[in-house]
């Protein structure tokens, strides 16, 4: 007799706006518990994410209650996984244990079920889960079978598999079923379609085992509604699904398999990526995030005397563990600049914590990129900043009392999201604050491109020198030399002095021509910014004949510029930039197209500010700008 076994879950991350949870609930999960609740006795395998229960909680314990009755009656079996989401290879043996607890303990203690079965968020597997399954007491995995990395299927039957002396039961989930929900989510087929083909394949299906999971998010990605959620599951519950214990035949012992590490299922995009930890080596923002963690953990973990400052901080470091921001599903986690945002609130809510701590030396140097070079932390009043060799800039910018990181600049890699940027970024690279570019004076600033190299130099690859010039580490000087180019037919040096007070980050810029020939062209100085907005884009404030001027285009060029002014309306934080020179301003707010749970998106991610003045210098001479950046309260 053929065993079927049927499941929804959703990985909507921590961060999310509140319309993704009000989607998914209105959409699928309420249809669906209510039909299970009244119509049939079927068992329904259910993944939650611990950032949807907790809300659910909150706004809608009815649903709460629901859930928890039909566990009760054994007509839903909840899976546990990682409390906050995280990919859990990310994290040593240790933290894995408390991610699986944190979830199982809370699990049992609203719905009064103990989940012996772990999902993996993002459906990424290792096989160094199964000694961290054997101490939490996990029986087994609820994992596709589909390996998304190789495109191929492995084996379609649950086995018994073993590392190191402990050994775990793996359930493959029908990767058929995935791929049809995946194809529906893409608007590939229709919802007829989808139904169709799925009713199709459960009833030709000749295997003694068929595990059914349905992406939630992936059906609300596709537009499902409430009566084509009833539809969906009418059809999965006439399967007479059983429980997960029951998959096995007592009488029969389990044939051994193994399951390599992988990125499995149909739920996330992969781009070019070889594998999931290819992500740090290709994604430079990616690789300093993850970077900022794993040095926060260290720091952290070597602070051993108040206790209550401890405890808080552990807690800071289960909230920054999250892996959404390494993720691109139906819910784009990725490309949300909100659950980045979140992660990055942690992590500066932990820097001030440590930093204020009389009794420890906080390391202000380390090398959070991995790029063999120390960027240096600096933390104020009000601002907090970390100082990049690369590129002679800032890699963040904090302003405290909002615990908001101006500096979380995204651009992904190709295959996550389009674009339709004049003015984009290389994927993958890291966007700082302030760096240098130079360009012809042929070029007119609305055609600046510094993806292309005949056109434009530009130092935000390149190394400079940087040096610290005080004790308390608010002066840094950052210096480079830019050799003879075919674009400015001379060499020049860069001198940047970096100044952070109170609320203000002033910086000078001094460029000395140091080779034989005239330099003619243009110098830029590129300040990406991501601010906060209520509306779909950024704007900004120019004083214009004793006149304040808003531009809300989301591209523009504005000449005759001194200073302007940009209001962060949901933190409540005005952003003022102050040259003593004019300068022309190039303005564009960055977006990456997807489709998500709610309908295509323009999702923002940062918003490139290009300061511009003509350069003309005869051998030796120079050219000084000063710069001012404040941030303060409204």
Known sequence: M?????????????GSPTTVLERALTSVLKPMLTYLHSHTSAVLQLYLSSFLMEWLEKNHPEMNMLIGDLARMGRVELLTGSYNQSVLSLL?????????????????????????????????????????????CIDRVLISSHDAIRNEDYLEQPFQMQELGKSVQIVPTDSAVGSLVRQFAHSEITFPQFMHKLKALMHSCTSSFCAAMVNIDQLCQGGITEEETVELFTLLCSLNPSSIEDTNDPNEPLKRGYLPAGWYGHDCQVGNLAFFNDLFVKDESLTYLYGRFTSMLDSARNYKKDKDIRKRLELLLQKISQGG????????????????????????????????????????????????????????????????????????????????????????????????????????????IFTDVFFPCSVPVSEYDKRDTNTTVDMGRTTYDLSVLDRRNTEYLVQAHCEESPLLHSSISIAKHFKFRQNTVLLEVTLTNTGDEDIDCM?????????????????????EDRKLI???????????????????????????????????????????????????????????????????????????HTLGLRLERK
């Open 2 to 14: 053929k065993k079927v076994l049927i499941g929804a879950y959703t990985q909507i991350p921590a």
């Open 92 to 136: 040593s043996p240790k933290d894995r244990a408390n991610q699986i607890e944190l979830n199982t303990t809370w699990i049992r203690k609203r719905y009064g079920q103990r989940s012996k079965t772990l999902w993996c968020y993002a459906q990424y597997f290792n096989p160094i889960y199964i000694n961290t399954l054997a101490l939490c």
């Open 325 to 432: 921001p390494y993720v691109c599903d139906a819910n784009a986690s990725m490309l949300r600049s909100s659950v980045r945002k979140l992660v990055w609130r942690y992590i500066n809510e932990a820097d001030s914590v440590l930093f204020a701590v009389p009794d420890y030396t906080y390391p202000v140097s380390t090398d959070y990129d991995a790029d063999d070079l120390d960027e240096y932390l600096t933390i104020g009043k009000n601002i907090s900043s970390v100082v990049d060799a690369k590129g002679g800039s800032l890699s963040e910018l904090t302003y405290l009392p909002s615990l908001y990181n101006y500096g979380d600049t995204f651009a992904p890699l190709s295959g996550f999201g389009t674009s339709q940027s004049l003015h984009p970024p290389v994927p993958g690279t890291k966007q700082r």
């Open 523 to 543: 110098y830029g100085c590129e300040m990406p910014l991501s601010v906060d907005s209520k509306k779909q884009t950024t704007s900004f404030s120019v004083m």
């Open 550 to 624: 808003a531009y809300e285009e989301p591209e523009i060029v504005v000449d005759q510029v001194k200073s302007f002014k940009i209001f962060d309306e949901p933190n409540n934080t005005m952003l003022s930039l102050l040259a003593d020179s004019r300068f022309t301003l190039l303005k564009e707010d960055y977006t990456i197209e997807y489709k998500t749970t709610l309908a295509e998106e323009q999702l923002y991610q940062h918003t490139l500010y290009l300061l511009v003045w003509p350069l003309s210098l005869a051998p030796g001479e120079e050219q000084k």
